[in-house]
């Protein structure tokens, strides 16, 4: 898998385009931040302050 993962960078290095568009990665991670932030917050949501 790791080794996968090193030939396809080496590749996408060659032709000088990236192998997935950086906003994707950024949107990816936004969504999954979001998504934790909401699980997070309907946890403690009904839960009384100490």
Same mark, same amino acid.
């Given at each position: 898998?790791?080794?996968?993962?090193?030939?396809?960078? *080496?590749? @996408?290095?060659?032709?000088?385009?990236?192998?997935?568009?950086?906003? +994707?990665?950024? *949107?990816? *991670?936004? *969504?999954?931040?979001?998504?934790?932030?909401?699980?997070? +917050? @309907?946890?403690?949501?009904?839960?009384?302050? @100490?």
């Amino acid at each position: 898998m790791l080794s996968t993962v090193t030939t396809l960078a *080496a590749e @996408s290095a060659e032709h000088g385009d990236p192998l997935v568009h950086p906003y +994707v990665v950024g *949107a990816i *991670a936004l *969504a999954l931040l979001l998504a934790l932030l909401l699980a997070v +917050v @309907s946890f403690g949501g009904g839960r009384e302050h @100490s």
